[in-house]
């Protein structure tokens, strides 16, 4: 694992042949990514599927450390000084954001890792991975446009939301083009026809792999974009959502049936056409409006009670301005999508009176 070898070498100090990168790297004081949140300053996304991603992850980072622990004390029996759990998410988190991967290795790559994420930069990176005459690959990056000495070169990680930004690299930006929100939704536990939508939905797969993000999406587990007209056609709000909602809806199993069937003739998908009955169609976007009004109605409290917190350190600053960053960037999405439903549930109504 290369973070283990990374704390090797940082152990090494000065004996070791990487200590010129290794002290240029951030020190844990300077590393903002929301594994090192605190209970408190965690509180402040609680309404953001970041909080609960970001408890899974250090649960997960404590169940490697145990691994790597065992392999210091049986391999390096004559390391006077063994890592510790806050070493071990230090050079975690140094990999996680650093890293560069390819179809062989993950890699550290001195002096490429130094470069900055810009969402808007159009510099290419291009990465030689089959090189036959060579154990390394190489990598190439071409700038965007003319840099003066002392300019900053950026390049572009990906088109990442500000959640993936504040949980793997420690940073966020004010207004992120690329922002989203993950939202659940499940089959209630009282629902006389659970069972059987559960299956249903089992069998015929409700989400596409684009509807999945870099979070351990569950089965109830919805990526929403920001809908850019609330009069278009609702390009933001993932099908497989709406599909969901319309299966929520039904109160009989004859219209369980009839999706089943309908998804049979046409391509396999669950309740990807709406419903032929308008009050149905109106219930179930009901049931959509009503549940991201509620997350928003969660997000404008976070928002406030963020906002009356007073300073108490610059640390304490600079993640309470992700945490702004982030919570507004979901909810500009959120009311986005609650928009367009709302002219949709506006116009089914007109239809059906």
């Known amino acids: 694992m290369l973070a283990a070898v990374l704390i090797r070498e940082k152990k090494m100090g000065q004996k070791s042949r990487w200590v010129p990168y290794i002290s240029r790297l951030p020190q844990p004081a300077e590393m903002h990514s929301s594994i090192f949140w605190g209970e408190d300053e965690l509180s402040m996304i609680r309404c953001s599927a970041v909080h609960q991603e970001t408890v899974k992850q250090k649960a997960q980072i404590e169940k490697d450390f145990s691994f790597v622990a065992q392999a210091f004390k049986q391999h390096c029996p004559i390391v006077t000084e063994r890592p510790d759990l806050e070493d071990f998410m230090y050079a975690y988190a140094l990999v996680g954001s650093r890293a560069w991967e390819n179809s062989k290795r993950i ?5 490429a ?8 930069s159009a510099s290419i ?3 030689d991975e089959d090189n036959q005459l060579s ?9 965007d446009r003319n840099y003066s000495p002392g300019d900053e070169v950026f390049i572009k990680y990906g088109e990442f939301s500000n959640a993936t930004l504040m949980l793997d690299f420690g940073f966020t930006f004010p207004y992120n083009i690329h922002d989203e929100v993950q939202i659940q939704m499940d089959v209630p536990n009282d629902d006389p026809l659970r069972n059987m939508k559960l299956g249903l939905l089992q069998t015929h797969h409700t989400r596409t792999v684009k509807d999945i993000n870099i979070f351990h999406s569950s089965c109830d ?3 929403i974009k920001e809908v850019k007209s609330a009069i278009g056609k609702g390009k933001g709000i993932p099908q497989s959502l709406r599909a969901f909602a319309r299966v929520l809806c039904c109160i009989i ?3 369980l049936n009839d999706l089943s069937k309908e998804a049979a003739q046409n391509d396999g998908r669950l309740a990807r ?6 009050n149905r169609e109106l219930e179930a976007h009901k049931i959509l409006l009503s549940h991201i009004n509620r997350l928003i109605e969660d997000h404008s409290v976070c928002i406030k009670e963020m906002e009356e917190c007073y300073f108490v350190s610059q640390r304490f600053a600079v993640r309470r301005q992700m945490a702004r960053d982030l919570l507004y960037g979901e909810l500009r999405v959120l009311r986005s999508a ?8 506006t116009t089914l109504l007109s239809e059906t009176m």
């Open 107 to 111: 890699s550290l790559i001195p002096f």
């Open 113 to 120: 890792d130094f470069m900055n994420h810009d969402g808007l």
């Open 125 to 127: 990176v291009l990465r």
């Open 135 to 143: 154990e390394f690959s190489t990598l190439q990056v071409t700038a």
């Open 221 to 223: 587990t919805f990526t």
């Open 253 to 255: 199993p004859q219209e």
């Open 273 to 278: 056409l709406p419903f032929k009955d308008g």
């Open 338 to 345: 609650a928009e367009w439903l709302n002219h949709y549930c």
